[in-house]
């Protein structure tokens, strides 16, 4: 079986997506997760230009990666100084990671127009600058930018460009349709050609401005390309890149290509929806292979032929990447996976159990609502103790009162006032804060600690809101997520509510029943 | 030039995702729409099967198209009866059309398990059933449902079906990959052994299940099909159907093919925002050329790049399918990006004027706040026209005071009061909501509407919050963003504090604020 390395660039290009904004925590968390499934080569980002990547790579050189090999991306030395002394790549040495991965230009338009220096002193500095990073030790992956445009304007000078990176040392020449205007036919006869000119290792890096990407990414690896670039999701500038999420579920099982990701390859629809959460985009109903509907059918004839053979109307199993069928007039979905779900945290639910219908009924009734438990292990673990008998209550809330008030002088005053029973004695008490949320969680510390001191020893770190329907404007179901820690681990609560102070409500109260639970457990 | 013909079947395909479901009055709007681009042939729907379909069908018996032309869609007779007697059928025939499309059975596996009749009686089928249209005058297309799948399991048999549809007198073979598992080297293969075999004129339709149905309609084009099958916008069950806005984009400008609709394709873009505002669907930013990001820059590097020659990091002219070209002005960006941004927006601003400097260097302040304003270009639009003197405020805040009640008996009661100035007049007005920022947005309208009528046309469509500083928990930093429409475009706007109230406010005052600006400059 031909092995086929994923190369993701979510951090990098797909960042360039409008609405989407890393922090660096949230880089943090793509990278750990991208690491869980065996993501061959993570993009963490170009260090020279961004002080926020350099962090990054620092934060990872220090808690090294199980599985991924995390790169920086840079570009060829700039002209008129040594390879030695260029900054970009002296930045990329610092990361101290294994590979990097540098562009450079192979359209003659680009050396002339937007460089400006001849087109055989931009070869040279191809050539010089793989060969500095290699004489550094590093392997080098060498993107060849706008390869497809360069070789249908003149093919002679985009061919000497990859051949000096490869003749200088790269691991892999990547062909680059950087403008995304490329149809996989003109992919096909092109990779052709440069394969009998001699390249000979060679990726392929493709953006979406015509709907290609995906297609052109897969006819490179069916004329030999050995790795695929691109995004979890798609994400990326204009149109966006390939999507990497797809790509696998396609190379492993219409393609037959061995993947280091391929034990991990049902937690595609999971990673899918894990880094559209994080990065605040909504998960598109349609995507191929992991969206809500691509297994979903509608048509009453579709319906009909699938109970008699679901292979009718369905190219493969859905559970193979962590999906699953839906039919639109009754909703029926999986019960192993919350099975699965609660194994991997040491519940041992029996799938036929009255426990497990119970739970399963009452999570798809809460998923309809806009819960989503993916991103909130801490609220489906209160589910499970509840199931179990393991849980129970460390106060009852008697009512709050939350207001914001803005003043002429335009100062604002947020102040939470709460009433609690705890252990049976009545807590009344108000806090102010940076805003109304804050208000409210300071307020039920203030009531609860007297009692439970451990919750000093735990603070908030993560506060997500995300609305769930567009449509109703103000008036729309917003979902919040609260990510908590203590010194040992971090665990995140959810809430849904039109209504972002219930919500935020729910979502804190959980958090904290989570820690005092695990604390009475302890004790 | 060769001529291509676009059959959409939107309003049948399309009509079958999840989410859409079309009233006959939406159906008649997309048909006059499609019409007055000059789209072919327009599937109508399945008249025997629906009877919105069947009405649709007997208005425009009475008000005729002027370019495309109708078609009904329907299925090969059922087993046991004369073709001659069955009403499915008949009700095409009914229709008055001049053409009419039947699918019928390719896949031995189908013809077993869903007809369960033998193999050579489906061959029959398709035999009789197309002789009988053709007897009755009609033109016929005939769509071979699973060809492709059913050629990789029984060549030889899926050859026999649309052999005998041909040899009856089927004006065109449409091979359909209704399943969407295929990739474009299987179809290409399989198209190129079914001309071999004898098959003359085809079509091609494709589902998305694998994000491969553009690709591998573009790919049978360049085989020679000589029609396209697909939706607007890529509707259909599960992942969709080929996007025919993409389809027609690329067979003009990269395929070099005739198209009917060749005249009206700069209003590719307008089509597919129409279509998706009858759908009720989210127009996806990223839609291959007519996205709203299909030609945004973001990255410093290709800003840069592009105001030296746009060609550098764009495929082809945006304005050649009706869309245009946009600098996200972002943090990554300098002072070009902001020149080219406002002259897209039709303000002149000189790159060393004060002016520019100024607006720089304040964008630049708010971005270190949070602000971003490439999601936000009515908020943008505020702060040139501050600096180009054409703002004036309309109210005076005096004071607001929100707040959020939660009772023992969980009951939740959001209210706002808000007191402004209004053209020297004091107005002071409460209101409720179903959360504070509805409450707020509520009790605002309510006490400017008595002035400022028009805000009645005016209503918020989309309401987004983004948590920007993780590690702070409930006192992180918000960004809110808010979209707003009227009649006749939609504008979007931006706030950022620690108090989501706040934020929210500043978003509802500008969005407001842009509105009353945009109408005073109308009267």
Redesign the interface.
Known sequence: MKMVSIYDTTLRDGS????I?Y?L??KINIVKRLDSIGIDFIEGGWPF?NPKDTQLFAHFKKKKLKKSKLVPFGSTARWGKAASMDKNLLALIKTGTEYVTIFGKSWD??VK??LKISLDDNVKLISDSVKFLKKKGKKVFYDAEHFF?GYKANPKYALKTVLAAQEAGAELIVFCD????I???EIEQIIKEAQAAGVKGFGIHCH?????A???S??AV?LGASQVQGTIN?YG????NA?LI?AMG?LKF??NRGLAASKKISDLTELSHFVSEVS?M?H??????V?????????GV?ID?MI??P??????NPSLVGNHRRF?VSELAGKASLVAKAKELEYDLDKKSPKAKRLHKRIQELEKQGYHFEAAEGSFKLLLKKEFKEYRKFFD????????????DNS?I?EAAIKLKVKGKLQHTAAE??????A??NALRKALLGVYPSLSKM?????????LD??T????K?RVL???QDTKESWATVGV??????A??QA?VDSVEYKLLKDSKNN
Chains 1, 2 share one sequence.
């Open positions: 360039q997506t409008e609405g904004s922090s925590q949230d230009s338009l680009h127009t937007v445009d950087t403008n995304g205007g149809l996989s036919w979406n401005d015509l709907g290609f995906l297609a052109n897969l006819v069916n798609g500038e204009r149109c966006g999507d797809a396609i219409k393609m605040n909504a598109r109903d349609s995507y191929p292979l969206g809500r509907s691509a297994f979903a059918h509608k048509g579709h032929a008699k053979n292979l009718a109307y369905e190219h493969m639109l809330l008697l009512g709050f009162k939350v207001s914001v008030e803005k003043r002429e604002l947020s804060g940076d805003g109304p949320v804050n409210l969680d603070h908030l770190a993560d506060f997500k809101v995300r609305v567009d449509k404007g103000t008036a729309a917003v609260i990510e908590s509510s039109e209504n972002i102070i219930e935020s409500w804190l």
